[in-house]
């Protein structure tokens, strides 16, 4: 600098500066270069350091560490965490400016102290017997509601009907359903989870349910005929009730340990085929792997539910029905795209009282056969692979089942327990456009007296599977008239022919005709807003001894018939918060299911409309 001062003075003379103007010297150029110069704001001197602002500090336990200083440039800093920042950017409700990030606590698509974006602050809440700064509060409310006229063969007794022309064994044959469930749920986690686990949790969920049924005929709802012929019924359940406590990390990826204990959603296979309930139990649970295996070890005790809405009835001892299941989930085996499950599943059944539900109607044992009560052990062994094979999608089960029932209702005698189980859908996408193939194969007991069951029953079953309860097979019960007492060939929400009393709270039946499925379908995305689902199956009994038996008939074919079903599915505002859906199928017997089945009107089809609407906070 000192070699340039005469020539930035003559520079400074040319320029007309009077004689006592101040002279740039190496001084006030080295002055004027440095960052505290607004005058050359952004500009900094090469191999000049400015000192770093402190060190931040910050007092919240769980929470990320601040990096150091050295990482931030000079006019940024750090702050504690994420959550509260575009809360403080809220000071004025009346500040249009901040008009996309302030909104409504009553808001669940934007950042919501009650859907858990927040943290809970303590400050303001000092009544609340917790402590730290990583809190979360997660409320929601469901109304989830049902409108269905359908048509099914109802039995009828002479004596019990008001139809004056009813001579016949099955009378008329519509009702009509309406059922609103209400869901209340609130959550307590601690932790910050956007990347591990939570530390713990606590959640309830309670559902309160109404629901209305009018039938044409008499010991349809309840034993007595003195009761009329419609009923409306309240209930409230507890379907969630469980502390989960994360044990510990097992990678620095948040591979982990967690138990949960109390009432809790489990799902066996990614289906649903042999158990989705919400059941009281002890889960281990974690993975491996960076995620690529996950385990899940689980002990149920299983709670007894309410007749009418299904429902969790915890008034009521539980039932002495265990069920013991442990699984593996591998991710990309055999093969990338693909998600293997392997899983055990033992259910131990010691129900020998004899029940009847809240209708007055036998549920434990089954009136069938002997009718005396039953003891069971079965045991479940299943493989299932969900993903995708290039352009692909592919959904499998496969299960056996062997053990031993200890009185079988044939015979009076202990039989072992021998059946099995399969089910596939094929689907592929063609731009908005989702074609489906779906095959189910369930055995059916081929000798009713001999010392083997070989019908394959499940434990729960709620299946998401061709069509689900759009179908009609799916959604509605068929009763087994002429060869039971309140039991169906078939379950609500259930695919398979079990000859059960009761999908909820009775027994799993292993003398039964087993189920074979074929069908077609097709999902069609018209617009984000409007979805259009068809299916076409074709069902069969897959062998009709035990029918034969208990109807005391020489031949009964298979054929079960054609079930046709479509479903319009609307979502106004492209979000899952509010959903509508109207559904109708119509049932096309077959030779085996008009054999069983007649009724007085001659009826050749029968029917099923479902509307369904559900919001959601």
């Known amino acids: 600098m000192a070699l340039f001062a005469p020539l930035l003075q003559i520079v400074a003379l040319a320029a007309g500066a009077p004689d006592d103007a101040a002279v740039a010297t190496p001084a006030t150029v080295e002055a004027a270069a440095t960052p505290g110069d607004s005058s050359i704001d952004g500009r900094r001197r090469p191999g000049v350091d400015t000192p770093l602002p402190p060190t931040i500090s910050q007092n919240n336990p769980g929470a990320v560490g601040v990096p150091p200083p050295e990482a931030f440039p000079t006019d940024e800093f750090p702050i504690p965490d994420r959550w509260r920042l575009a809360k403080a950017l809220c000071p004025d409700k009346n500040y249009t400016g901040l008009q996309n990030i302030c909104h409504s606590p009553f808001d669940p698509y934007h950042q919501n102290s009650l859907k858990g974006d927040r943290p809970i602050q303590l400050d303001k809440k000092g009544w609340l017997p917790i402590k730290g700064d990583d809190w979360f509060l997660q409320l929601n409310a ?38 609103s469930t209400f869901l209340f749920g609130a959550a307590l986690t601690k932790g910050s989870t956007t990347y591990k686990p939570p530390d713990i949790e606590y959640r309830v969920l309670l559902a309160y349910n109404v629901n209305y049924v009018n039938v044409q005929e008499r010991r349809v709802l309840n034993v007595r005929s003195s009761k009329p012929s419609h009923r409306t019924d309240t209930f409230l ?96 085996f055999p093969m990338p795209g693909l998600t293997s499950l392997a899983s055990v599943t033992a259910n131990i059944n010691r129900e020998t009282d004899r029940v009847v539900d809240h209708n007055g109607f036998p549920i434990r044992p089954a009136f069938l056969g002997d009718q ?40 009076s005698k202990p039989a072992n327990i021998r059946a099995f189980f399969a089910a596939a859908e094929l689907s592929y996408d063609i731009d908005w456009i989702r074609v489906k193939l779906s095959g189910l194969y369930a055995t059916g007991d081929g000798k009713a007296k001999d010392n083997t069951e070989g019908g394959f029953d499940a434990i729960f079953e709620n299946p998401i599977f061709a069509g689900a309860d759009t179908s009609y097979w799916i959604r509605q019960t068929i009763p087994f008239a002429g060869g039971g007492v309140n039991v169906g060939i078939n379950q609500r929400n259930g695919i398979l022919n079990s000859l059960r009393s009761s999908k909820d709270q009775g ?42 038996e208990l109807r005391n008939e020489g031949s009964i074919p298979k054929s079960i018939g054609w079930d046709v079903s479509a479903a319009a599915i609307w979502r106004p505002s492209m979000i899952q918060n509010i959903v509508f859906r109207l559904s109708g199928a119509v049932l096309d017997p077959g030779k085996g299911f008009s054999d069983l089945f007649t009724n007085s009107n001659g009826d050749s089809r029968y029917y099923s409309v479902l509307f369904n609407a559900i919001l959601a906070f």
């Open 237 to 332: 359940g507890v379907q969630e009730a469980f502390i989960d406590k994360h044990l510990g990390n097992r990678s620095d990826r948040f591979d982990f340990d967690s138990l949960r204990v109390g009432i809790q959603p489990f799902q066996a296979d990614f289906r649903g085929f042999l158990f989705n309930d919400n059941q009281l139990g002890v889960r281990l649970f974690g993975n491996r792997d960076n995620n690529r295996y996950q385990y899940n070890v689980e002990l149920i005790w299983r709670l007894d539910k309410d007749t009418n809405s299904g429902l969790n009835d915890v008034t009521r001892k539980p039932r002495d029905d265990y069920v013991i299941h442990a699984n593996l989930f591998a991710q990309d």
């Open 507 to 548: 027994q799993s039946n292993f003398n039964n005709p087993g189920t074979m499925l074929l069908g077609v379908g097709g999902d069609f995305d018209l617009t984000p807003q409007l979805r259009l689902s068809t299916n076409v199956n074709h069902l069969w009994f897959e062998n009709t001894a035990t029918l034969r």
């Open 142 to 179: 469901i109304s989830d509601s049902i409108v269905e006229p359908r048509s099914f063969p109802t039995p009828v007794a002479d004596q019990t009907s008001t139809y004056p022309g009813a001579i016949d064994q099955f009378g008329r044959d519509r009702s009509l359903v309406a059922a």
């Open 372 to 411: 005396r009560p039953r003891e069971y052990e079965a045991y479940y062994v299943g493989y299932s692979v969900d993903g995708r094979i290039k352009r692909l999608n592919l959904t499998s089960s496969l299960y056996g089942v062997f053990g031993r029932d200890r009185n079988s209702f044939f015979t």
